[in-house]
């Protein structure tokens, strides 16, 4: 404080083109990140609601200005709240379970010595190396009907009567895309967890243990409170990439969103609009859709999960 | 809630803005093009694009270099991919569309509905004119895809011509001393006998493509309720989907679910996959077209495996029976720099020499009468097989949906999709024809005129 007035005193030219010189260079880091967000995010993302006044075909040769009615006909599209129901199924359980198995996965590696702890960080975090597409594909040979991994193995132990036609059948099919879903994502916020976890002081696990705290009460009182804030960052990653990454497994595992839309997803609703139905605007409405959708999501999520962050 | 609308606005704004300029940009570009029709005829290039899948691109080149001797100073740039659509459609868009495409109505990017909708395709009536107007088979110049607009005007043209039926096992009926089912009763007979050798009766592409029951859906239709029916079916007509004959098709599925004739697995299974478990023997019926020999050329298959084509069978004996039949539409850009020779190639494509290029490099046969006669030692058996279908008496039925203008509703993908749920037991025909019906009550107000 003291040298700051100083300087203040001393010379206030010198100070002043500093600080030009800093905002000079501050704008020169920035500029290019903000015209290539500009173009390449905020652009498209203002020309989704503008487009989605229109009545228009995939080429966008004739448009036709039709106000809000591309709207009016998603509220009663059932089709489209099937996707957005499936959405949501997706949003729910494909996050609640990863969380619990990645956290629970991080509780264990991060608190016990185990040595093989590199191998199984490596082993765990493998799916996300892969391209999703990769693994969708590799899911669907292990649904395969005929010679996939799981009906076989249903088979070696006679239990003929749970074999299923794993994608294509409506009880089924969001289960088994749930479940590629999460084997892929497991890994990667395992390590983000992970990392919260180191980060707590060791010190009051030692003081617990002297307690004589059990490890269950140890993960609830200490390690979960203490790491809350990365959780509730995860949360809000957990709906974005569910809702992008939703529509890569479905396209690529069921290619018409399965038996009856019953594994669409507002995403692969949307492109099927836009490109097999040639209804470009209302593809464009249910794109609008999204966006306020995760948009009011991730505000609820933080909103709901706002408690003082304990410091330590 | 105050800072999203206040960012909701700021968007709106400057994507008003954004988009006006880009109106502009394109309306410029699409001037362009009649300058350049100016040129010389002299040194005139012409870009063809075409759907590469299935066919392979030798065809083409083949095509172009035969038209580039007849007509010196012409030279062609072939464009072909198995995702077209995704390659032209920036082209189209930015107003510098190929000047010919070959990308059939059926392809899932939806080209040509677009092109339709947005009337933005050449008209080709002139090409067939005189001769070639005779020699194309009957009614194949009459469907929405190629006169869209109801004034009789052609906008599209017929390229490839197939029928499409149930293909099975000659061998395989052959030992088993089965004969090819005629009546839908005989068809079910037939599925108990296999039944008690382990082998199913029907399977198809349930997973990715179960449209292909278009090829039994379609002309069951007419068989039951006579082409007008089906007809009314493709045109929305009030009641059409709740008819008779539509009912009587719907329970032929019902049957194959009820009686377990389906292939266990089929609701899981790409067009490949239930392709291969036919290929082994491992069911007797798929539904499918000319092109299933080349397509499975290299899978493994049954020993001793021959291909048979069969129409599909009728309800009573001495029904008139009908067969579906295809076309793969080709078409010229309104905007397109030169549509003169465009038509030439069209016309050119018609030709005899023409159509033994087509039929030998690609199997694909135009629908000329007489038309796999002449290139009948240049194909597959089974192809041969599809066209001469109708000798044995069988009448060809062609047909698209009429089209409407940009809509939600999808009753062709309903159709099939709701097939899927028969299949699995979760649905009832009657909320099948329900659904249907509902769909085409939307669609007729919005039918292109």
């Given at each position: 404080?003291?040298?700051?007035?100083?300087?203040?005193?001393?010379?206030?030219?010198?100070?002043?083109?500093?600080?030009?010189?800093?905002?000079?260079?501050?704008?020169?880091?920035?500029?290019?990140?903000?015209?290539?967000?500009?173009?390449?995010?905020?652009?498209?993302?203002?020309?989704v609601f503008?487009m989605s006044l229109f009545r228009?075909?995939?080429?966008?040769?004739?448009?036709?200005?039709i106000g809000l009615q591309n709207f009016q006909i998603l509220f009663r599209d059932?089709?489209f709240w099937?996707?957005?129901?499936?959405?949501?199924?997706?949003?729910?359980?494909?996050?609640?379970?990863?969380?619990?198995?990645?956290?629970?996965?991080?509780?264990?590696?991060?608190?016990?010595?185990?040595?093989?702890?590199?191998?199984?960080?490596?082993?765990?975090?493998?799916?996300?190396?892969?391209?999703?597409?990769?693994?969708?594909?590799?899911?669907?040979?292990?649904?395969?009907?005929?010679?996939?991994?799981?009906?076989?193995?249903?088979?070696?132990?006679?239990?003929?009567?749970?074999?299923?036609?794993?994608?294509?059948?409506?009880?089924?099919?969001?289960?088994?895309?749930?479940?590629?879903?999460?084997?892929?994502?497991?890994?990667?916020?395992?390590?983000?967890?992970?990392?919260?976890?180191?980060?707590?002081?060791?010190?009051?696990?030692?003081?617990?243990?002297?307690?004589?705290?059990?490890?269950?009460?140890?993960?609830?009182?200490?390690?979960?409170?203490?790491?809350?804030?990365?959780?509730?960052?995860?949360?809000?990653?957990?709906?974005?990439?569910?809702?992008?990454?939703?529509?890569?497994?479905?396209?690529?595992?069921?290619?018409?969103?399965?038996?009856?839309?019953?594994?669409?997803?507002?995403?692969?609703?949307?492109?099927?609009q836009?490109?097999?139905?040639?209804?470009?605007g209302y593809a464009m409405a249910v794109g609008v859709f999204v966006f306020l959708f995760?948009?009011?999501?991730?505000?609820?999520?933080?909103?709901?999960?706002?408690?003082?962050?304990?410091?330590? | 809630?105050?800072?999203?609308?206040?960012?909701?606005?700021?968007?709106?704004?400057?994507?008003?803005?954004?988009?006006?300029?880009?109106?502009?940009?394109?309306?410029?570009?699409?001037?362009?093009?009649?300058?350049?029709?100016?040129?010389?005829?002299?040194?005139?290039?012409?870009?063809?694009?075409?759907?590469?899948?299935?066919?392979?691109?030798?065809?083409?080149?083949?095509?172009?270099?035969?038209?580039?001797?007849?007509?010196?100073?012409?030279?062609?740039?072939?464009?072909?991919?198995?995702?077209?659509?995704?390659?032209?459609?920036?082209?189209?868009?930015?107003?510098?569309?190929?000047?010919?495409?070959?990308?059939?109505?059926?392809?899932?990017?939806?080209?040509?509905?677009?092109?339709?909708?947005?009337?933005?395709?050449?008209?080709?009536?002139?090409?067939?004119?005189?001769?070639?107007?005779?020699?194309?088979?009957?009614?194949?110049?009459?469907?929405?895809?190629?006169?869209?607009?109801?004034?009789?005007?052609?906008?599209?043209?017929?390229?490839?011509?197939?029928?499409?039926?149930?293909?099975?096992?000659?061998?395989?009926?052959?030992?088993?001393?089965?004969?090819?089912?005629?009546?839908?009763?005989?068809?079910?007979?037939?599925?108990?006998?296999?039944?008690?050798?382990?082998?199913?009766?029907?399977?198809?592409?349930?997973?990715?493509?179960?449209?292909?029951?278009?090829?039994?859906?379609?002309?069951?239709?007419?068989?039951?309720?006579?082409?007008?029916?089906?007809?009314?079916?493709?045109?929305?007509?009030?009641?059409?989907?709740?008819?008779?004959?539509?009912?009587?098709?719907?329970?032929?599925?019902?049957?194959?679910?009820?009686?377990?004739?389906?292939?266990?697995?089929?609701?899981?299974?790409?067009?490949?996959?239930?392709?291969?478990?036919?290929?082994?023997?491992?069911?007797?019926?798929?539904?499918?077209?000319?092109?299933?020999?080349?397509?499975?050329?290299?899978?493994?298959?049954?020993?001793?495996?021959?291909?048979?084509?069969?129409?599909?069978?009728?309800?009573?004996?001495?029904?008139?029976?009908?067969?579906?039949?295809?076309?793969?539409?080709?078409?010229?850009?309104?905007?397109?720099?030169?549509?003169?020779?465009?038509?030439?190639?069209?016309?050119?494509?018609?030709?005899?020499?023409?159509?033994?290029?087509?039929?030998?490099?690609?199997?694909?046969?135009?629908?000329?009468?007489?038309?796999?006669?002449?290139?009948?030692?240049?194909?597959?058996?089974?192809?041969?097989?599809?066209?001469?279908?109708?000798?044995?008496?069988?009448?060809?039925?062609?047909?698209?949906?009429?089209?409407?203008?940009?809509?939600e509703?999808?009753?062709?993908?309903?159709?099939?999709?709701?097939?899927?749920?028969?299949?699995?037991?979760?649905?009832?025909?009657?909320?099948?024809?329900?659904?249907?019906?509902?769909?085409?009550?939307?669609?007729?107000?919005?039918?292109?005129?």
């Open positions: 404080m003291l040298s700051a007035v100083k300087a203040k005193d001393g010379k206030p030219r010198a100070l002043r083109s500093r600080k030009k010189q800093r905002a000079g260079f501050i704008a020169v880091c920035t500029v290019p990140t903000v015209i290539l967000f500009t173009v390449f995010m905020l652009l498209p993302t203002a020309d503008y228009m075909s995939s080429l966008s040769l004739n448009k036709e200005f059932e089709k099937q996707a957005f129901r499936n959405n949501l199924f997706f949003i729910v359980f494909v996050t609640a379970v990863t969380m619990t198995v990645s956290l629970f996965f991080a509780g264990l590696l991060a608190q016990t010595e185990l040595i093989e702890k590199p191998f199984y960080r490596t082993v765990f975090f493998f799916p996300n190396v892969l391209s999703l597409v990769v693994i969708g594909v590799l899911f669907v040979q292990i649904y395969d009907p005929t010679m996939g991994i799981l009906t076989s193995t249903l088979k070696t132990i006679h239990s003929e009567g749970l074999i299923h036609a794993w994608l294509g059948e409506k009880s089924t099919v969001r289960w088994c895309i749930s479940a590629a879903m999460i084997w892929q994502a497991v890994g990667y916020y395992m390590v983000m967890y992970m990392a919260g976890m180191d980060g707590i002081p060791k010190d009051l696990y030692e003081v617990a243990n002297i307690e004589g705290m059990g490890k269950f009460r140890q993960f609830f009182s200490i390690t979960l409170p203490l790491m809350w804030e990365i959780i509730r960052v995860t949360i809000v990653f957990f709906i974005i990439s569910t809702i992008n990454m939703s529509f890569v497994f479905v396209k690529v595992m069921t290619p018409t969103g399965g038996p009856s839309g019953q594994a669409e997803v507002l995403l692969t609703y949307m492109y099927k836009a490109f097999t139905n040639s209804n470009f995760s948009f009011v999501l991730a505000i609820i999520s933080n909103r709901l999960t706002a408690k003082e962050v304990i410091e330590y | 809630m105050k800072l999203i609308k206040a960012i909701a606005c700021v968007c709106a704004l400057s994507l008003g803005v954004s988009a006006l300029a880009g109106c502009q940009k394109v309306s410029d570009v699409s001037s362009a093009p009649a300058q350049s029709q100016a040129a010389e005829p002299q040194n005139q290039e012409l870009n063809i694009a075409v759907f590469e899948g299935g066919y392979g691109r030798e065809v083409w080149d083949d095509l172009a270099k035969q038209f580039e001797a007849k007509n010196p100073g012409v030279k062609i740039n072939v464009t072909a991919n198995a995702k077209l659509g995704d390659v032209i459609r920036p082209q189209i868009m930015n107003g510098n569309p190929p000047d010919f495409i070959f990308l059939s109505s059926t392809n899932e990017s939806g080209i040509l509905q677009s092109l339709i909708q947005d009337k933005k395709l050449a008209d080709i009536t002139d090409v067939f004119t005189g001769d070639l107007k005779d020699k194309m088979i009957d009614g194949t110049l009459s469907a929405p895809t190629i006169a869209p607009y109801g004034d009789g005007k052609i906008y599209a043209a017929p390229l490839s011509y197939s029928t499409m039926g149930l293909f099975y096992n000659k061998t395989l009926f052959k030992e088993n001393n089965w004969e090819v089912p005629e009546t839908w009763d005989e068809f079910f007979a037939l599925g108990e006998k296999a039944k008690a050798k382990g082998i199913g009766l029907f399977t198809y592409a349930a997973a990715n493509d179960p449209s292909y029951n278009e090829i039994v859906v379609n002309p069951t239709i007419a068989v039951a309720g006579g082409e007008q029916a089906l007809q009314d079916c493709l045109n929305y007509k009030k009641g059409a989907w709740k008819s008779d004959a539509v009912k009587k098709t719907f329970d032929v599925y019902q049957k194959i679910k009820d009686g377990g004739f389906l292939l266990d697995g089929t609701l899981a299974m790409t067009h490949t996959q239930s392709q291969q478990q036919f290929l082994q023997n491992k069911c007797l019926f798929i539904p499918n077209g000319n092109w299933l020999e080349t397509e499975m050329k290299d899978a493994p298959k049954a020993q001793g495996f021959e291909y048979g084509f069969a129409g599909l069978p009728t309800f009573n004996k001495g029904d008139k029976k009908y067969i579906w039949a295809n076309c793969e539409e080709m078409y010229i850009p309104k905007d397109a720099k030169n549509i003169p020779l465009a038509k030439k190639f069209m016309t050119f494509l018609y030709e005899d020499a023409s159509i033994q290029t087509l039929a030998s490099k690609a199997g694909i046969i135009p629908p000329i009468k007489g038309a796999a006669n002449l290139v009948k030692d240049s194909i597959d058996q089974s192809v041969y097989d599809t066209f001469t279908i109708t000798d044995k008496g069988y009448t060809p039925v062609t047909g698209s949906y009429a089209l409407t203008s940009q809509t509703v999808n009753l062709r993908d309903d159709l099939y999709q709701d097939l899927n749920q028969i299949m699995a037991g979760t649905l009832t025909t009657d909320k099948w024809s329900d659904n249907l019906e509902k769909d085409a009550e939307t669609l007729s107000s919005l039918i292109l005129k």
